[in-house]
């Protein structure tokens, strides 16, 4: 048969029919693993499933490893290897955005980005290897103002590629929320208005929550992950006291910190400025006033940005409308590339100190030789995420993650 023609037809296994299938034929190069590919489709049934595997097994066939298909792609030159870790990605994608940046990284658009800073650095390193030939004579046939300037432009752009982690970080795995506030302030309520079911425990009895619940909801494409705390307020109880250091602790640990306040309560304000001190400088705080409708709201709600009942429904739309304006999705909206691989990003980290190095050895007037050892690094670095320079241990750890058949 020739390649990508599809056959209708009946698998049989010693005269018994198991099913009416579909057989496409894939001839190489033309395949997704650029090899010679056979695709079976049958009906859905699992029985049927395991009979057509078991009679392909009897015939000398053997089950993929995991990710092994989307390995041989890469080994035969089809994908590079960031491209193979979007197919992953792809897979996993539970957002509209994580759909798009795999989908983008899937294209390439990240690699080619990375392939021109690549061709940009290896003119760079041609040219201080070669004044290291000449190195007796102290030719100088890079101009070093332009050669700074390169340097500035490469490291723009790995800065910019790095900023875009948090973004990507947060589109990947969610983006953490931590709803914070003292006791009987409404965190409960708010985070069952929030899903639309009653996930959370709710009582008019303070510190009923006593340990984080967590739970997913998806605000205009991105995954935010809400985590509902024990309330924050000074106990005797040992098991209370042990849920109000786990808030703590999800406090630290969040982006996005959603501290309530209670608009009849005038005294939890003043948590406002106990939480604030201890966020760090990348963290976003929200605060909303909570059971706006039990009550007038006093002076010190005027500082405050949103207001919200959370039993009622009330100003829940500005309340998911500052959840998604706390974050930066200003690449998402340039179709800029974004980071989303913690392996990527530490790559590009170490491409970043190479030519931080590399600038610094200018500055200094170190030797050639040295200043072409940062450079090497940087390409290496560089090269690593791509695939062009790799290991057999780093592809093994890569694969392993992948499910089986793909």
């Known amino acids: 048969m020739p390649t990508h023609r599809m056959v209708f037809g009946e698998l049989h296994d010693n005269g018994e029919k198991i099913d009416e299938v579909i057989v496409s034929i894939f001839r190489a190069p033309h395949s997704f693993t650029g090899e010679n590919t056979v695709e079976i489709s049958c009906h859905g049934s699992v029985y049927i499933q395991r009979r057509i595997l078991q009679l392909l097994l009897s015939k000398g066939a053997r089950m993929a490893a995991a990710g092994e298909f989307t390995q041989r792609a890469f080994l035969n030159g089809k994908i590079d290897l960031a491209q193979a870790e979007a197919v992953a990605d792809l897979i996993a994608s539970e957002s509209a955005a994580a759909h798009r940046v795999a989908l983008q990284q899937l294209r ?75 006791t009987n302030v409404g965190k409960s309520t ?86 604030r001190a201890q966020l760090s400088g990348g963290q976003q705080l929200i605060v909303a006033v909570n059971k706006i409708d039990a009550g ?14 959370a039993k009622n429904k009330q100003g829940m739309a500005q309340l998911t409308e500052a959840l998604i304006n706390s974050i930066n999705r200003t690449p998402l909206a340039a179709d800029e590339t974004v980071i989303t691989n913690l392996r990527h990003y530490e790559a590009l980290q170490r491409t970043q100190e190479a030519l931080q190095r590399v600038e610094k050895g200018f500055a200094d007037k170190l030797p050639g030789d040295l200043i072409a050892q940062s450079l090497r690094e940087a390409l290496y670095h560089l090269g690593s995420i791509t695939g062009e320079v790799t290991s057999g241990e780093i592809l093994e750890t890569i694969f392993s993650r992948f499910c089986i058949g793909k």
């Open 190 to 275: 708010l985070l069952n208005t929030l899903l639309g079911e009653d996930r959370a425990i709710v009582s008019d009895i303070h510190g009923t929550t006593r340990d984080s619940i967590e739970e997913t909801i998806q605000l205009d494409g991105i995954t935010f992950r809400f985590i509902d705390t024990a309330g924050l307020r000074h106990t005797s109880g040992t098991v209370e006291q042990m849920g109000i250091e786990r808030t703590w602790e999800k406090i630290r640990q969040a982006a996005i910190v959603l501290l309530l306040v209670d608009a009849t309560r005038p005294q939890t304000f003043a948590s406002i400025d106990g939480v």
């Open 296 to 309: 007038a709201c006093n002076a010190p709600c005027a500082a405050t940005p949103v207001y919200i009942s």
């Open 108 to 182: 390439g658009g990240f690699s080619e980005e990375l392939r021109q800073l690549r061709r940009q650095l290896l003119d760079f390193v041609a040219l201080i290897e070669l004044e290291l030939d000449f190195s007796e004579e102290e030719v100088e046939f890079a101009d070093r103002a332009q050669l700074t300037a390169l340097l500035q432009t490469l490291q723009s752009v790995t800065g910019r590629l790095l900023q875009s982690f948090a973004l990507g970080n947060a589109i990947k795995n969610g983006v953490p929320v931590a709803i914070a506030g003292q």
